[in-house]
């Protein structure tokens, strides 16, 4: 086994890939995927993240039934689909109750079981079925899980105690879920997950991160929580070490020195865990022999040849712009909603800072918010004063409002009896979706005094929230007897392009690109019309002149061809030497102006 794939040596059965948007989480579980398949033993790799991309980086159309992995004997791969997974959790429910009860009755169980917290137990249980019972998996020596970003996979690692203390505290058998009976036969399965995640001799959480200050703040916040769920059995995988292959080029010594900076600083939560480093490389890791390579020496120098010998004659299309420009349109409008929306790691959080100082800077209030459970806006602001307010959706105050609201109005007169079952309904864990969601409505409803800017969690965790609207809608009635305005406007706001400007971020790179192309799609459907794309951390508008740098700018010609091909507007921000935080560097974001030229001769 290569000494990169050293964890690897004598592996559990269950390896569980997390950290923040962006890390490579997805290409390092592939990556280990295919190497315990070459090595003769039986691999299932599962993605919970409901952005997958698992086809996109295996070359292999991956489904919701295990698919043999082309170019990967042994290697068989699934997406969890929690919306199919929803459907047919709501048919096991209700199906014993069809020609029982009246057509009246089941049909109210259809509609209570029609919200955000049906899909989101219906891809639980998927989940623990296929940790928690053994025959699921039978045919397999290792499953491999590439989660969702960090935020995400830590709400999906607390659901086993969580449901299962609702369960065992809910003896009148309220639920936002309709009748528990389908929930308590599951118990059983919960609890075989809990051993299964908490026992260090079946399961390893290896923790993905970049030699950043932002991902490795995440990933050690991660970690901690890790082990206060019991999992202790933790590892580290450093991705994306660069260093200068020698030369004149001050980004590449700058990009160098910034990776140095942050892993001698390197917080004590993860010091203390194994780590495994992973080189930045000079080609996209799509397809079976792309990540043999990432750990394959042998492979590798193949792959790295002279890949960023000359740069393409095309840089991009003449539309693209900077951000600044994009300020100048959005304000026009005087208020609003600007969101910022993508891929976890493409820089949603910096983006929306940056245009929060623009629009403040020019004279108009503005809000600055997040919906993402992972949010790093402290970090972008790094102690800058802002001339906004800023604020963070939280889980924890957003629930104990909505129960407070709710029992104060809903709960007034009610029977100790019924009381009671409304208290139980309220502790379901479906209430924080909810609450999240009414706070959400709330907050863009603010952009009527003003401009609100919301940094939104990565685009599964997103979409979700989107699409499960009209649903959350008949949840709040359910619950408290009415819905807010609020909650009554959000989709006509979000639908008015006079009044929401959606920000598509991305990155120059294939998968991100693709994804927030299909994202684009989603929120058509919706009837969201995006306002602009933001190309994030691009190297086309440098003059690099390391050999892996320029390597990699030669492959975002397609990806910046293809923005333009999509997109009304976009703009684009190049590479920076020292990392975008703070009011300064944020403005100097804003205002870089796009170069289709180099900036300097290259030699």
């Known amino acids: 086994m290569s000494h990169r794939l050293r964890f690897l040596s004598n592996p559990t059965r269950h390896l569980f890939f997390t950290g923040k948007g962006g890390v490579g989480k997805t290409s390092i579980a592939c990556a280990a995927a295919v190497a315990l398949a070459d090595a003769g033993r039986p691999v299932l790799l599962v993605s919970t993240d409901p952005a997958s991309n698992l086809s996109d980086v295996l070359g292999t159309a991956v489904r919701r039934e295990p698919t043999a992995v082309e170019g990967a004997p042994g290697l068989s791969a699934l997406n969890l689909d929690p919306v199919a997974a929803a459907a047919a959790y709501r048919e096991r429910v209700v199906a014993p109750y069809r ?3 009246p057509d009246a009755s089941v049909a109210r169980i259809e509609e209570q079981l029609s919200g955000a917290c049906t899909v989101e137990i219906a891809a639980f249980d998927e989940f623990s079925r296929l940790l928690g019972d053994p025959q699921a998996t039978a045919g397999f020596e290792h499953l491999v899980f590439d989660t969702a970003p960090t935020g995400h996979t830590l709400r999906l690692l607390t659901l086993p105690t969580a449901w299962t203390d609702f369960l065992a505290s809910s003896p009148l058998g309220a639920s936002c879920l309709g009748p528990l009976a389908g929930l308590e036969k599951q118990q059983a399965l919960y609890a075989a997950t809990l051993a299964a995640l908490a026992d260090a001799e ?31 059995n933790r590892h580290l995988v450093m991705n994306g070490v660069f260093r200068a292959c020698g030369g004149e080029d001050p980004l590449a010594w700058a990009l160098e020195e910034q990776g140095h900076a942050a892993l001698a600083s390197l ?3 993860l010091k203390e865990l194994e780590r495994t480093d992973f080189p930045l490389v000079p080609y996209a890791p799509l397809g079976v022999p792309a990540l043999r390579a990432l750990w394959r020496e042998d492979e590798a120098a193949s792959w790295a040849g002279p890949r960023g010998g000359t740069r393409p004659s095309s840089r991009t299309a003449p539309n693209a712009a900077n951000l600044d420009e994009l300020v100048e349109r959005i304000a026009a409008a005087g208020h609003g909603a600007v969101l910022t929306m993508g891929k976890g790691g ?8 940056a245009l929060a100082f623009a629009l403040a800077d020019r004279g108009h ?15 972008a602001l790094d ?8 604020a963070r959706i939280d889980p924890e105050v957003e629930v104990a409002r909505y129960r407070s609201e709710v029992l104060a109005e809903a709960g007034a007169g009610l029977s100790s009896e019924a009381r009671g079952l409304l208290e139980e309904d309220l502790r379901s864990p479906c209430t924080e979706e909810i609450a999240v969601f009414q706070a959400f409505a709330r907050t863009v409803a603010e952009g ?14 997103s979409i979700l929230l989107l699409d499960a ?17 609020e909650v009554h406007a959000l989709l006509p706001r979000l639908r008015d392009p006079g009044f929401t400007k959606v920000l598509l971020v991305t990155l120059p790179e294939a998968t991100p690109v693709n994804e927030a192309a299909l994202l684009a799609g989603d929120l058509e459907r919706a009837g969201i019309s995006p306002f602009a794309w933001v190309v994030n951390q691009s190297f086309t508008p440098t003059a690099v002149t390391d050999v892996v740098l320029r390597a990699r700018r030669e492959l975002e010609g397609d990806q910046l061809s293809k923005v333009a091909r999509l997109a009304a507007r976009f703009a684009v921000v190049p590479w920076q030497g020292k990392a975008p935080v703070g009011r300064e560097a944020l403005f100097q974001m804003a205002s870089i102006p796009w170069r289709n030229e180099p900036q300097a001769k290259e030699s």
């Open 469 to 485: 609207a009209l649903a959350y809608h008949r949840e709040l009635g359910r619950q408290s007897g009415r819905v807010a305005p």
């Open 383 to 390: 102690g800058s004063p802002p001339e906004f307010t800023v």
């Open 448 to 461: 009527r005094e003003g401009f609100v800017v919301l940094d939104t969690a990565p685009t599964g965790h």
């Open 346 to 353: 493409v820089g949603k959080t910096t983006i929306a800072a």
């Open 99 to 101: 020609g029982v009860l």
């Open 202 to 232: 079946r399961t390893t959480l290896v923790l993905v991160t970049r030699p950043e200050a932002a991902a490795l703040a995440e990933a050690a916040r991660t970690s901690g929580e890790l082990r206060e769920l019991g999992l202790a």
């Open 267 to 269: 917080p004590a939560d």
């Open 365 to 379: 209030p503005v809000h600055l918010s997040t919906t993402d459970p992972a949010a790093g806006l402290e970090r």
